[in-house]
T-cell receptor, first 111, second 116 residues
Framework: QKEVEQDPGPLSVPEGAIVSLNCTYSNSAFQYFMWYRQYSRKGPELLMYTYSSGNKEDGRFTAQVDKSSKYISLFIRDSQPSDSATYLCAPHPGGYNKLIFGAGTRLAVHP | DTAVSQTPKYLVTQMGNDKSIKCEQNLGHDTMYWYKQDSKKFLKIMFSYNNKELIINETVPNRFSPKSPDKAHLNLHINSLELGDSAVYFC???????????????FGSGTQLSVL
């Protein structure tokens, strides 16, 4: 089993839709959970960061972590065409360890 | 000003050739990385350097050799290129002396390597 799994998509939604992007992981040592966004032909950039279980909101974006089921979600409200990108989840065990990325989910928001 | 810049953006070459990719960061960060993103978009770490010292070396063929002349530069040299080396290679940097808990990575725009 891969350490981090994401549905690669593509996920195509109309503008204004609520988007749910999900990620599962296998290592119960993961404590910190990041979402990176990658536009086409660009490097990833950190979008959100969450510690342990719970929710974190930042504007139209909400990150949710359920450690009991090892499930991570990113919700995008009122999605915009500019949200069209690949979203990579990246859990981290804490301390000095390398970051492991999921394969990413490609999102297309059409006007 | 580009924070993490890598050159070239595109690299097309024949099998068996030797090529280099250069990376520079102007963020004053201590740690730099090379990542490889394959056709399925998996992003995997290859190497990490902290203040010119190698700290992460994943299972990468020894045809790949990183070189860090100073903490602002991390170059990647690849010998005897193979078809399977075709991928996008990303350079990244982070502030602290290792990949600590919530450390933010700053990525370059990538180098698309195509081996024919």
């Amino acid at each position: 089993q891969k350490e981090v799994e994401q549905d690669p998509g593509p996920l195509s939604v109309p503008e204004g839709a609520i988007v749910s992007l999900n990620c599962t992981y296998s290592n119960s040592a993961f404590q910190y959970f990041m979402w990176y966004r990658q536009y086409s032909r660009k490097g990833p950039e950190l979008l959100m960061y969450t510690y342990s279980s719970g929710n974190k909101e930042d504007g139209r974006f909400t990150a949710q972590v359920d450690k009991s089921s090892k499930y991570i979600s990113l919700f995008i409200r009122d999605s915009q065409p500019s949200d069209s990108a690949t979203y990579l989840c990246a859990p981290h065990p804490g301390g000095y360890n390398k970051l492991i990325f999921g394969a990413g989910t490609r999102l297309a928001v059409h006007p | 000003d580009t924070a993490v810049s890598q050159t070239p953006k595109y690299l097309v070459t024949q099998m068996g050739n030797d090529k280099s990719i250069k990376c520079e960061q102007n963020l004053g960060h201590d740690t730099m990385y090379w990542y490889k993103q394959d056709s399925k978009k998996f992003l995997k770490i290859m190497f990490s350097y902290n203040n010119k010292e190698l700290i992460i070396n994943e299972t990468v063929p020894n045809r790949f050799s990183p070189k860090s002349p100073d903490k602002a530069h991390l170059n990647l040299h690849i010998n005897s290129l193979e078809l399977g080396d075709s991928a996008v290679y990303f350079c990244a940097s982070s502030q602290a002396s290792g990949l600590a808990t919530n450390e933010k990575l700053f990525f370059g725009s990538g180098t698309q390597l195509s081996v024919l």
